[in-house]
């Protein structure tokens, strides 16, 4: 039930209130005044305190106080007195009592009231060592993640390196083609414009174009690593007339759809928009010159734009065979296939980057073709 420290000097008490408690299975230990109590609480522990408050040398209230100055300073502590005055019973409990009796003793009165505040006493202990678990759970938890984040901290500086490294990388291996590759360029101009023999001719066109195409996917290169690392302070944003942008996208794009007859269906709402204009052209162009490759000769291609939700919608819709599950399923990724053919390229990813750089987003999906969806935000 409970460990109860009696301090009273008189023995008949002790003796009274000892036979009552040991038959209700509570554990009893006493002392005759307040130097002993001190003593034995320095190496015992108790649940309960019944203290007499008129004892010879040191009474009741100053034992008290130096209780709650102790170690046992959390074990309530109930005054015993044959007084009824209110100011010693006030006195008790500014002292650090918690409860008071009355002499002489009622039985169900005392054990109710000792029972009480045990029960009070052990809740609090328990609660008291609950919150220390958690507490050395917390600190056994914060420390862990301390470690974890340690780690994740060199992890992505490591990334941010090996990123940085990448792209000086991809500069330089730029570089690097570019710079012969324009020479070979020139002179496949210069042999083009001497060769007569058809067949040469034909072997001279298709190295031209294998030149020009390895050219355009170094200036891809180059592009996507320029975002990658330079994120939105790679853009140059001004205030363009979408209308005026589109057009000169379709009109560098006039021959192709005239050589397979392709019929453009024009509905762009005109809008003014913050946009690169170098880059937010590029992408429109990649998107409307892989829509005029994947279309079959006499198709149509729908450009549309309009406004809503505070974005602006840009969709290119082609009637070609559409885009590959696993592009569909993966997302736009560098060097996964583009378009049907299975080629695989860097013009979609590009395309991306150059749209969520300008704070929008790209979207991709196949409804009797392939759609592509640019969404910009209004301001």
């Known amino acids: 039930m409970g460990r109860i420290l009696i301090v009273d000097d008189n023995p008949k008490n002790i003796q009274l209130l000892g036979n009552v408690l040991t038959e209700n299975n509570f554990e009893v230990e006493y002392v005759l005044n307040g130097e002993d109590a001190l003593d034995m609480l320095e190496s015992e522990s108790f649940d309960l305190i019944l203290m007499d408050i008129m004892m010879p040398g040191m009474d009741g209230f100053e034992t ?12 309530p502590l109930i005054f015993l007195t ?85 792209n000086e990388f991809l500069s330089i291996i730029n570089h690097e083609i570019r710079t012969p590759l324009n020479g070979i360029i020139g002179f496949v101009n210069v042999i083009k414009a001497t060769i007569k023999d058809e067949v040469i001719l034909e072997m001279i066109n298709q190295l031209d174009e294998s030149c020009k195409r390895l050219e355009a996917f ?30 000169q996208v379709v009109d560098s794009q006039a021959e192709k759809l005239n050589a397979k007859n392709i019929e453009l269906d024009y509905k762009v709402e005109n809008k003014e928009l913050n946009v690169d204009m170098k880059y937010f052209t590029l992408c429109i162009s990649i998107i409307l010159a892989n829509a005029i490759q994947h279309s079959s000769p006499n198709s149509k291609i729908i450009l549309s734009g309009s406004t809503s939700d505070h974005l602006y919608s840009l969709s290119i819709k082609d009637e070609g065979n559409g885009f590959p599950d696993l592009l569909l399923q993966k997302g736009i990724k560098a060097f996964i296939s583009t378009h049907i053919d299975g080629n695989p390229g860097l013009e979609l990813y590009l395309s991306k980057l150059i749209a969520e750089n300008h704070q929008g987003h790209l979207n991709i999906r196949n409804d009797n073709g392939a759609v592509v969806e640019i969404q910009l935000p209004l301001n």
């Open 64 to 75: 008290c106080q130096k209780i709650k100055q102790s170690k046992a300073k959390d074990i």
């Open 82 to 166: 044959a007084m009824n005055e209110n100011e010693s019973i006030s006195k008790g409990f500014e002292v650090g009592g918690v409860d008071y009796l009355s002499k002489p003793f009622n039985t169900p009165e005392l054990l109710a009231r000792i029972t009480t505040h045990i029960a009070l006493k052990q809740s609090k202990d328990e609660l008291q060592d609950l919150n220390q678990s958690l507490e050395r759970k917390v600190e056994k938890r914060t420390e862990e993640l301390v470690v974890v984040n340690d780690k994740l901290s060199r992890a992505n500086k490591d990334l941010s390196e090996l990123d940085q490294s990448k």
């Open 218 to 247: 170094s200036f891809q290169a180059l592009d996507i690593s320029n975002l990658s690392s330079r994120g939105q302070k790679a853009l140059n944003l001004v205030k363009a007339d979408i209308n005026n942008l589109i057009n």
